[in-house]
C-alpha cells in the first residue's frame, strides 16, 4: 500500500507534503524541473513507507492512505503510479496532463 495524492492537489501543489516525507517520494519538488508545469504533485509507491506524515500536512485534504480513497478520486491511485512508470509521452496520452521527465 501507499499514500495516494487526490483532486484537490490540481492547482495547489502546497508541497507542506514534500517537506515533511521522511524518504523523500513525494514529486516533484519545488526544486526540480517542471514543477510549474506539473497540474499536481505525486507519491511514489514504490518507495512510501506509509510513514502518514505527509496527511495532515495538506492543506487542501488531498491525500490519503490507498485504502482510503473516496470512490470519486479512485482514479488517481493510478495516476500516481503511472507518473512514475510511463514516459512523459505515455503519461500526457493517458491523463491530458505533463509527465515525468527526467
Ligand atoms: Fe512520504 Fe510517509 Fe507520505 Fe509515504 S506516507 S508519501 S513516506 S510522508
Do not use: F, M, N
Given at each position: 500500500m501507499a499514500y495516494i495524492i487526490v483532486e484537490p492537489c490540481i492547482g495547489t501543489k502546497d508541497t507542506a507534503c514534500v517537506d515533511v516525507c521522511p524518504v523523500d517520494?513525494?514529486?516533484?519538488?519545488?526544486?526540480?524541473?517542471?514543477f510549474d508545469d506539473v497540474e499536481q504533485l505525486y507519491i511514489d509507491p514504490e518507495t512510501c513507507?506509509?510513514?502518514?506524515?505527509?496527511e495532515p500536512a495538506c492543506p487542501v485534504e488531498a491525500i490519503f492512505a490507498e485504502d482510503d480513497v473516496p470512490e470519486q478520486w479512485q482514479a488517481f491511485i493510478a495516476k500516481n503510479v503511472d507518473w512514475y512508470q510511463l514516459s512523459a509521452e505515455e503519461f500526457q496520452a493517458k491523463w491530458g496532463s505533463l509527465g515525468k521527465i527526467d
Open positions: 517520494c513525494i514529486h516533484p519538488t519545488k526544486e526540480e524541473a517542471h513507507i506509509d510513514c502518514a506524515a505527509c
